[in-house]
Antibody, heavy 122, light 114 residues
């Protein structure tokens, strides 16, 4: 079965660090564009970061310099290392796989994990 | 960044009636080289991740009921549910994927039963 399972969320104090994991099954993460998208409580969806199949990484301005996306091909897992966390980082974090075969611009997102909640509070 | 604006913010429709949600982008998401609109629609139910309904503005994802349809081009798009069912109660989001590597979503439209 093709799926994504996120783990690693929890309650963390402002300024702290947390690492989220996204374990993939049914496909190979290194052959796909893998993203993190977050959703603050009661709010909309915000793209956070992406790692391309070739290894390039990109970040939203709101997390640049604080978050790092990476992957472990042997574990077929994508990570989001989150440092210097702020209250405004509180959200459900979704791991997502972009569609295949898109050309030109980006691509839609057909596969999402169930999400993991990160709460930044003292 | 391309800003996506949906209207209305919330909508109440009777069962069996048509529901229409609009999405406007701050700049065109039509890619001239392939004549495709880089616009998708998602449905999100409480406690669940978003579910892809429509991509390329009008292509229905596999398994999505044919009462869902997408239309529009350039900067103005519409999601139509032809005959509302109880299970369609959800928040609906449009997304532009014209820009890379990032993409942006509309603020969401909450659809309820009247």
């Amino acid at each position: 079965e093709v799926q994504l399972v996120e783990t690693g969320g929890g309650l963390i104090q402002p300024g702290g660090s947390l690492r989220l994991s996204c374990a993939a099954s049914g496909f190979t993460v290194s052959s796909n564009y893998m993203s993190w998208v977050r959703q603050a409580p009661g709010k909309g969806l915000e793209w956070v970061s992406v790692i391309y199949s070739g290894g390039s990484t990109y970040y939203a301005d709101s997390v640049k310099g604080r978050f790092t996306i990476s992957r472990d091909n042997s574990k077929n897992t994508v990570y989001l290392q989150m440092n210097r966390l702020r209250a405004e980082d509180t959200a459900v974090y979704y791991c997502a796989r972009e569609g295949l075969g898109c050309s030109g611009g980006g691509c839609y997102v057909p596969l999402w994990g169930q999400g993991t909640l990160v709460t930044v509070s003292s | 960044d391309i800003v996506m604006t949906q209207s209305p913010d919330s909508l109440a429709v009777s069962l069996g009636e048509r529901a229409t949600i609009n999405c406007k982008s701050s700049q065109s998401v039509l890619y001239s080289s392939n004549n495709k609109n880089y616009l998708a629609w998602y449905q999100q139910k409480p406690g669940q991740p978003p579910k892809l309904l429509i991509y390329w503005a009008s292509t229905r994802e596999s398994g999505v009921p044919d009462r869902f349809s997408g239309s529009g081009s350039g900067t103005d798009f519409t999601l139509t549910i032809s005959s509302l069912q109880a299970e369609d109660v959800a928040v609906y989001y449009c997304q532009q994927y014209y820009t890379t590597p990032s993409y942006t979503f509309g603020q969401g439209t909450k659809l309820e039963i009247k």
